[in-house]
């Protein structure tokens, strides 16, 4: 049997394709940094200033997914965050503090309704409480539309240099996502038979679904004929089906050598496009025609499968149906009726100790409430934690630097360059993104002329206001991560037992579509798992062991796949019992 199996002496180009985050922190230095210089040529610093908070909240959220998804984030943002600047402005012009207290509570209430009802909700709910503690505890001179303008200023200065690469790689992001399903599935038929199989096979797991993520609308629209396009979605619908195929071979549990691990990445050098040309023929013309099955490849099901496969990816096919992930909420709606009040209530405590402690400048506590108070986010005893640290590292930084200097282009300089580390920390750890949005906060202060030492306070602040959310939070829901564990791990047994019952007489595409919804529904199990473990719990009371029930339905999900494809013969094949997979996630 011939097939382009055979092989390799090396890497097919194109395909160690490793992000990195040096444009990302570029562009966080360039948008930090260039307001702020124009507001100082110009003598309009006020508003530079509040552009600047726009860039600053603007690169919080500048993240690698795609262009339109970046924009669509960064647009919600900026619309929530100038609505809530212009709210709590209106209500400090108006001289009551009450009207303050009662704007940051009903923004409270309004943010935490819509925070968990997915990523746009949230991170706009989020900015439109952080926009009125801004504009309730700044003041900012000249008439009342100038500094909602400047900060969505701010906000369309990151949209356009994080979405301009769309201009000359419009498909990159995509490429490089169904890039690292290839390259998953590679890492995973080489750990096959080996103790890390199931840990490689979740990391395809977890591409697939990055890479379904990335590519979802042009999956649903496939009247669109741009080359490229056409070719990312083949390239994705045969990196699903390659999927099947590496799971079944993690099943069968032997070691493979060497050029048939290194398949996938042959595949992905002749399916996927070049950015701006057309598909890689791969490493020579015939590298795909002249490779054979040789005696040293073992004989199985599993791997006559990828060979087919990797034929008739060659010979190519039309694009199949869609299929759309389920979406997985963070809570049902009394748990965010729970949040929601638990939100405001924290807002409400922090401003009233604010009034106490730093009238009329207080907004660093429920700022600091509004970023700590999100569970959507990880872990919340961890984000407190990392929050505090990155306040202490910022003022440390942003302290050492005014020691040296108060030149104006020096502390701008500091601010591209702290812009630079909270664009890398973004994406890397919340600790360090804290510390660079610290210290640009501090000099943004400065700038407006608020030249008080406030060091000591903000750390203060900070632990006063990561305090008030842990124990509202541990005292009146210290079960939500536990709940959301159990709830996403009965639905993904229940997805897992439908794969296991429907598989056998479905149609390829929708027995794809059930494996697909049945491992990313146990990944997502998984993290919410992994989130309950990471909050404190009650002495004495343990948690489910959701671990074993996961694991053992990624095992019967592997053992369908393999039985699928032929991978597990009927006579020798290994029992799958009704019940594989449960165990108790109850309580």
Partial sequence: MKAPLGPTTKTPPGIALTPVPLAAAVRGAVALAVPLLVGLWTGALVPAVIAGIGALWGVSQDGSDPYRLRVRRLGGMGVSAAAGLLAGELALRSGHPAAVTGCLVASALLAGSVSLRGRLASVSGMHLLLG?????????????????????????????????????????????????????????????????????????????????QVMGRHLTRPDRQHPELAALRRAFHTGVRLGEVASALVWEGRPLPRHVADVPLRMAARLLPRPGGPAEAGESGDTRAGQAWENAVPDSPGVRALAELAADADRGRPDEPAVRLPSVQWHG????????????????????????????????????????????????????????????????????????????????????????????????????????????????????????????????????AAGIVLVAHFALWPRSAAQRATELTEAALAAAHRYRDLAPGAAPAQRHALRRTAYHRLAEARRAAAHAHGEPGRPGRALPDWEEAIASAERLCDAVSARNLGAVPPAAARPVPRDAGACAVGG
């Fill in 132 to 212: 009125v503690t801004i504009g309730s505890g700044i003041p900012v001179p000249g008439p009342w539309w100038h500094a909602p303008l400047a900060l969505l200023a701010g906000v369309g200065l990151v949209v356009v240099l994080s979405a301009a690469p769309w201009l000359w790689r419009r498909y990159g992001i995509e490429r490089a996502a169904v890039l690292a399903v290839y390259r998953a599935a590679s890492q995973a038929l080489s750990a096959a038979g080996s103790p890390t199989a199931q840990d490689a096979r979740r990391r395809l797991t977890a591409a697939l679904d990055q890479a379904h």
């Fill in 333 to 464: 709606r009394a748990a965010q009726v729970r949040y929601t009040v638990l939100l405001a209530v924290c807002v409400l405590v922090a401003q009233l100790c604010a009034q106490a402690l730093h009238e009329p400048r207080g907004y660093w506590l429920p700022m600091t409430v509004a970023f700590v108070y999100k569970p959507d986010f990880g872990p919340l005893a961890r984000r407190a934690l990392h929050r505090c640290a990155g306040t202490v590292a910022g003022v440390a930084a942003i302290g050492a630097v005014t020691l040296l200097t108060t030149d104006t282009y020096v502390l701008i300089g500091a601010v591209a360059a702290f812009g630079a580390l909270m664009a890398v920390g973004v994406r890397h750890h919340y600790a360090l993104a804290t510390t660079g949005l610290t210290a640009i906060v501090f000099v943004l202060v400065d700038l407006l002329g608020d030249h008080r030492a406030l060091y000591a306070a903000r750390i203060l602040d900070t632990a006063l």
